[in-house]
């Protein structure tokens, strides 16, 4: 039983980890949307005025977040217009969907999501560009098969630990049951009866 529930640990922890894993890239991708439902129509009106001194604010607040590596614009062209310090030199619009959607780069060696949403400013089409950190992925998931493996090998061993007791009791019972039964056979002797008392006193007469 124990080494059954060991083996389920075994195969169960993969699992969870990459139960994790998409559950943690959703919760990225949410944030990415997160973000720009909050500073899409403030961004837009910026572009529209020529502001780029307000662009850049609206993304240095943003990338405050530690899990944000950088936010960038890209033209129609496929050029970056602007982007916050964090933005890595190998980044390229042009490597980016087109349309609203995510991407799984490497940038600066570590895992990045990249989020794409249109910026639409006087008949043309802008992308926002947001990057995210997926490194923390790995860790959690990592701490999510530890976790997993540790409950059921717990499970295991409380079941053996039950297992060990119902034994022990059941055998206790049994052995008692037999002490119980060997006590009474030895106290059960059989009765003679009236005749084996006359035929010893019989024997008695003839001896005298």
Known sequence: MAVL??????????????????WSE???????????????????????????????????????????????LCDPMGRLRIATGGMPKAFSCDAQPKEEGFARELQNGKPTSVGVFPVQVEGETDRLVILQDLSFISSRSGEAQVRAFAVLVLMAAIIV????????????????????????????????????????????????
């Open 5 to 22: 529930a060991v083996i389920l640990a075994l195969i169960a922890a993969p699992f969870s980890g990459a139960l994790v894993q998409r």
């Open 26 to 72: 959703a919760d990225v991708r949410a944030r990415s949307r997160l973000i720009d439902s909050s500073i899409g129509a403030s961004l837009e009106r910026a572009i529209q005025n020529g502001d780029w001194q307000r662009v850049n604010r609206i993304f240095t607040d943003v990338a405050r977040d530690e899990r944000v590596l950088a936010l960038g």
């Open 161 to 208: 630990m039950v297992a060990v007791f119902l034994v022990h009791l059941i055998s206790s019972k049994w052995i008692e049951s037999l002490r119980q039964a060997v006590a009474n056979a030895g106290g059960a002797r059989p009765d003679p009866g009236p005749l084996a008392s006359a035929g010893g006193d019989f024997m008695g007469a003839e001896i005298r």
